[in-house]
């Protein structure tokens, strides 16, 4: 079956940086757009970050553009969130997404990962 496992996130203080990644098994990962999503406490699951199957599109949310970066290597299965100029206002569970077709961005993603908490304090 498809899994997706988020890791990298931890504490950290504001400024700092943080790389999340996404191992995807039981699908073809390069047939996949992925995108990256969080959900902070009391608040509904907002798009972060997508990228198109071979990585040559990406998007980003307003909040995060020029500051997080998000990549994939299909010969690994993974897709990265590089996250730069961490603010106290990103803390959330982060969740990676994938999704067959349609576009980047939107909720309509079909597979999530577990989460991985990222927490930033000022």
């Known amino acids: 079956q498809v899994q997706l496992v988020d890791s990298g996130g931890r504490s950290v203080q504001a400024g700092g940086s943080l790389r999340l990644s996404c191992a995807a098994s039981?699908?073809?990962?390069?047939?996949?757009?992925m995108g990256w999503f969080r959900q902070a406490p009391g608040k509904e699951r907002e798009f972060v970050s997508g990228?198109?199957?071979?990585?040559?599109?990406?998007n980003y949310a307003d909040s995060v553009k020029d500051r997080f970066t998000i990549s994939r290597d299909n010969a690994k299965s993974t897709v990265y969130l590089q996250m730069n100029s961490l603010k106290p206002e990103d803390t959330a569970v982060y969740y990676c997404?994938?999704?067959?077709?349609?576009?980047?961005?939107?909720?309509?993603?079909?597979?999530w990962g577990q989460g991985t908490q990222v927490t930033v304090s000022e």
């Open positions: 997404a994938a999704k067959t077709g349609g576009s980047i961005g939107g909720l309509d993603y079909k597979y």
């Open positions: 039981g699908l073809t990962f390069s047939n996949y757009i």
């Open positions: 990228i198109s199957y071979s990585g040559i599109r990406t």
